[in-house]
């Protein structure tokens, strides 16, 4: 079966963006360089952990490693609408980090999904699966995790009670059992 590895090391662009109204968002990762512009689908959770994890493992590798973590806002923030045309090449089903000490990079593999014979697969398993690979700079990593963090705050605000998010239009909320103070 044949694959395609989207490779951008390191991209001019990477970033998480949404296209929709709040409760209907499609959420999105882009990559752009050398010319080519890459798009793949996700699920909100998925975003919010991937900032959550790239923030972990760039707080180990500097107690590691001493790698120098740049203090985030740096100015460098990305504010700009997803690029045009908004191609969806797959749906991200794993995502996958490491730190590459030699190049003093994140590595964010986002990996689609694929039919497996396994619950748990390992990486022969995903071999056949199409993938975006980006290898981002501690700096542009704290750019990738703020917008990250904005886009997903962005979206609707949760029930205080069940944390499901809260329509416009009333919520029915489980952990009230329809009562309301």
């Known amino acids: 079966m044949s694959h395609q590895v989207y490779a951008f090391e390191p991209p001019e662009r990477f970033v998480a963006g ?13 990559a752009r360089g050398g010319g080519r512009l890459v798009s793949v689908v996700l699920e909100k959770v998925q975003v919010a952990v991937l900032a959550e994890k ?17 203090e985030a806002g740096g100015g460098g923030d990305d504010n700009e609408p997803l690029e045009l045309p908004l191609e969806e090449e797959f749906r991200v089903g794993t995502l996958g980090l490491a ?23 390992d990486e022969e398993d995903l071999a056949d699966l199409d993938r975006l690979r980006v290898r981002l700079t501690p700096q542009a990593t704290l750019s990738f ?32 059992n329809g009562y309301r103070r």
């Not at 000490?101 to 748990?120: F, K, N, P, R």
């Not at 963090?149 to 029915?172: E, M, S, T, W, Y």
Request: hydrophobic share 35%.
């Open 54 to 70: 790239l923030e972990e493992l760039l707080a180990e590798a500097h107690r590691r490693f001493g790698v120098p973590v740049p």
């Open 99 to 121: 730190w590459d000490g030699e190049s003093q990079t994140v590595v964010i593999e986002a990996i689609a999904v694929g039919e497996l014979d396994t619950d748990d697969p």
């Open 145 to 176: 995790i703020a917008r990250a963090k904005r886009v997903v705050a962005a979206g609707r605000p949760p029930c205080p009670f069940c944390g499901q998010p809260l329509d416009p239009g009333g919520h029915l909320c489980p952990r009230h």
């Open 18 to 30: 949404t296209v929709g109204s709040p409760g209907e968002r499609t959420f999105f990762l882009q």
